[in-house]
């Protein structure tokens, strides 16, 4: 064991491999070369199509022990894992390793191949039931947590080789040329794809819409695609996206959201060329929604809007109050009928997103970001993964890519939540650094980290109601009383890795 | 004009949700009502007002004007709200059912009594009648002067109008007289005048339009049922930024007609005079309280030295 310089105690080494505690979000500098893929040759005449998931499987060469990856962009409708991992087990492999960019509730159906041993681990976070299990000790695999970035970063050096990567294609040729904006699964951006497409031994195209060649636009080539398979149904489209986000109601997230948008606006980042991201839950909309009205208020013309993107933010690009939208996920209906006909909605992979392992990543060029909270230290620490009963029920997402990337990082969150502050001595897991944080947003207060002496003044000078965080919490404390700390026993379920590979925390196992 | 103070917002909260009660600090109104009456079934009457005076003790950051609506005097929560309710130290009581200047001397002589019991200053304990009735509207002169506790005649147009047996609209044509008459009583006692609520909480047009015949007709400040709805109201009252401009113009122009020894001086060929210098005060301390101008305007500036 090794403490990080956030003092969370590191084992040497976890399934197999020798971990790096966190140091800093900065220092950790790359070597070698970039993960190398087979080459491959493939003649006029022969044909990619084969009849079905397990016909593919079976040409991919996959064997015991092997990593496979999906991405989700089919988020919680998506069909495509359980139904490749029932093969697997059907198939008789065993061991296979998840290295799928994020695995939701809906996936909670390949519980019993975990158990029965045909999954041998996730090399990337777990949505739901699985880490609730995982984190009461009932499922025996390790599980390591990667953000956007982080799992991008982690595919393009190898640290995560992927043997076969089944990519769920909403729109493809027989010849793997694919896209995501058409059909009747349509998700709009494979961001979390690319990386995978570039990288695995094997790329095997799942599509429920096989359309005449050439499949345009063309968002991951036939030269990188392998086979090609149809399926029924890649998804539950009512699943896939929301039909719409909506913007809170409720008082409370619309005073964090007016504050917000305030701290936003005594930033001084507010001006031409602004570039900003947003999620899709309701004070974050709320946000976008000031943001909106601020914009078209000074006239100003924003640069870009960022990551996974709504309705919202495709009304502010056609607006004229953006120039571009930079889409690594579409979060509803709006936002995947802009992708396939507004030339300035990119696409992007989640390497270009967020990766720090490369020539430099769109989040660097980010003024501001909006983020949410399970819990935050008085360190500005922040906590995503693990709810306040200790279980992982959340991934890691773009949280800890964009706090590092942008200038201004605000955090969101009511100070109560379930009766219990959102402000702790320590919060139970570390997912992104306080040293990346800028601000946290409370309805009862702002505080503002040490790194922002400007803007601390300028909010007071502004009559913004500027606490210190330890305030903050005694304040929230007064009202919930001082929660009672959780016991975990020693044995870890899964590891917090940072974006540059070395370890942030660890998940242990809830004592019950 | 000595004792102005901004209450633009008075919002409504019901005294029985402990949920809502702790998110009081939070909210920007000028002020909020605890409800103890329609809010509250009766069967919550005495947990709710042992609720909100432990909230009242625990809210030692008081950062907006508090009042509790108390149930009617002639009912029999009402002495029972006040006794449990006053030593947690709220700053008024909005009175429902204000029929007649009687009810509110009833009320002033309980107060007094509350307060020499509590050994407070006598008068600490201000006053808001509700005038909802007909009767209320016909007796709105003596009721504005029948106590100097009273800082605000409050019109409530929902028991108003079932008084009348009519129903409410959107346009409120039906309100109108009843809302001229509580306003004259107001300004004629020299007091604020408090519009009623409007329902509709997602109607955020309806209330921007009620909201603004009210204050063109007078009225200072409105009641809210909901948080949402105090940006649009305080938006409503914000004074227009040339107002702004113009107010302190008049107060730099009266400024200097008191240099020269006069009280009264021509700006942009308008007389300015003692009304007019009123009326820019006015502006401007509404203007600071939106943030509109760094200082507060001191008395001085206003009506000259002693």
């Known amino acids: ?512 | 004009m000595g004792d102005f103070k901004l209450r633009r917002s008075l919002l409504y909260v019901p005294g029985n949700m402990p949920s809502m009660l702790q998110n009081i600090p939070i909210f920007n109104c000028d002020a909020v009502i605890i409800d103890l009456e329609d809010a509250v079934p009766m069967s919550e009457k005495d947990a709710a007002r042992h609720l909100v005076k432990h909230f009242l003790m625990n809210y030692t950051e008081r950062n907006k004007e508090l009042l509790v609506r108390i149930n009617p005097l002639d009912s029999k929560w009402g002495y029972e709200d006040l006794k449990v309710v006053l030593p947690a130290l709220p700053d008024g009581i909005r009175l429902p059912k204000a029929d007649t200047p009687e009810i509110v001397e009833r009320l002033d002589t309980l107060l007094t009594e509350f307060e020499e019991e509590l050994d407070l200053e006598i008068g600490r304990f201000r006053v808001l009648p509700s005038l909802e009735s007909a009767l209320a509207i016909i007796n709105a002169v003596g009721i504005a002067n029948s106590s100097q506790r009273i800082f605000a005649l409050a019109f409530g147009a929902e028991d108003y109008t079932a008084s009348m047996e009519i129903e409410r609209t959107k346009g409120g044509e039906e309100l109108f007289n009843a809302r001229t008459r509580v306003l004259w009583a107001a300004k004629a006692a020299g007091i604020q005048a408090i519009d009623t609520i409007f329902a509709d909480v997602n109607d955020m047009e309806g209330l921007k339009a009620e909201t603004e015949l009210a204050k063109r007709l007078g009225y200072t400040g409105k009641c809210l049922v909901n948080p949402r709805q105090i940006e649009v109201v305080h938006d409503v009252f914000a004074p227009k930024k040339e107002e702004v401009d113009y107010a302190l113009q008049v107060i730099e122009a009266i400024q200097r007609a008191r240099a020269l020894g006069t009280g009264v001086i021509s700006l942009k060929g308008k007389m300015v005079d003692a009304p007019v210098v009123k009326r820019a005060a006015r502006v401007l301390r509404t203007a600071y309280a939106h943030g509109m101008v760094d200082t507060l305007i001191d008395e001085e500036a206003i009506h000259g030295a002693q």
Not at chain 1, 156 to 173: N, R
């Open chain 1, 1 to 512: 064991m090794a403490l990080n310089s956030l003092g969370r105690e590191i084992p040497a080494s976890y399934a197999g491999r020798t971990l790096t505690p966190y140091r800093d979000p900065f220092s950790n500098q790359p070597s070698g070369l970039a993960a190398p893929r087979p080459i491959t040759r493939v003649n006029p005449g022969t044909s990619k199509l084969v009849g079905s998931l397990r016909e593919a499987i079976e040409a991919s060469g996959l064997k015991d022990g092997m990593t496979i990856s999906t991405h989700h962009a089919l988020r919680n409708g998506d069909y495509l894992l359980n139904a490749v991992v029932n093969e697997i087990a059907a198939l008789g492999i065993r061991g296979i390793w998840i290295a799928s960019s994020s695995v939701h509730p809906v996936h909670a159906e390949i519980i019993p191949h975990i158990k029965s041993g045909v999954i041998a681990g996730f090399q990337c976070g777990v949505n739901g039931l699985i880490g609730e299990l995982a984190s009461k000790g009932e499922l025996q695999v390790p599980i390591i947590v990667r953000s956007h970035g982080g799992r991008a970063r982690a595919i393009l050096e190898g640290s995560v080789k992927i043997d076969v990567s089944f990519i769920a294609a909403p729109c493809c040729d027989p010849c793997g040329n694919l896209n995501g904006y058409f059909g009747p699964s349509a998700c709009g951006s494979l961001g979390y794809a690319q990386s995978d497409a570039l990288h695995a031994a094997c790329v095997v195209a799942v599509t429920d819409n096989l359309v005449p060649y050439p499949a345009v636009p063309v968002v991951i080539p036939q030269t990188l695609v392998d086979f090609v398979v149809q399926v029924e149904r890649l998804g539950d489209p009512a699943k896939i996206v929301s039909t719409t986000t909506r913007i809170t109601t409720d008082p409370v997230g619309l005073q964090i959201a007016s504050y917000a948008a305030q701290v936003i606006e005594a930033s001084g980042l507010l001006q031409d060329g602004f570039s900003f991201q947003t999620g899709s839950g309701g004070i974050s909309l709320a946000v976008a929604d000031k943001m909106r009205s601020a914009m078209r208020r000074g006239n100003i013309k924003g640069s870009f809007g960022c990551g996974g993107i709504t309705g919202y933010f495709v009304g502010m690009l056609e607006e004229g109050l953006f120039s571009s939208l930079m889409d690594v996920q579409c979060f509803d209906t709006e936002a995947v009928r802009s992708i396939g006909v507004n030339q300035a909605h990119q696409e992007i992979s989640a390497d270009l997103y967020a990766n720090p392992f490369n020539r430099g990543a769109v989040v660097n060029r980010l003024d501001c970001v909006i983020l949410g909270a399970t819990e935050v230290d008085c360190n500005f620490n922040v906590n995503v993964n693990t709810e306040s009963n200790g279980y992982l029920l959340h991934n890691t997402g773009g949280h800890s890519d964009t706090a590092a990337g942008a200038k201004l990082s605000i955090i969101v969150a009511p100070s109560i939540r379930g009766r219990l502050p959102i402000v702790r001595d320590q919060v139970t897991t570390i997912t992104t650094p306080g040293e990346t944080i800028s601000v946290v947003v409370t309805e009862r207060g702002i505080a503002v980290h040490d790194r922002h002496p400007e803007l601390k003044e300028e909010l007071i000078r502004r009559k913004l109601p500027v606490k210190e965080i330890h305030d903050l919490q005694k304040e929230t404390c007064r009202i919930t009383g001082t929660p009672r700390p959780l016991d975990f026993e020693d044995e870890i379920v899964a590891l917090i890795e940072y974006r540059d590979g070395s370890i942030i925390d660890v998940v242990r196992r809830v004592k019950e």
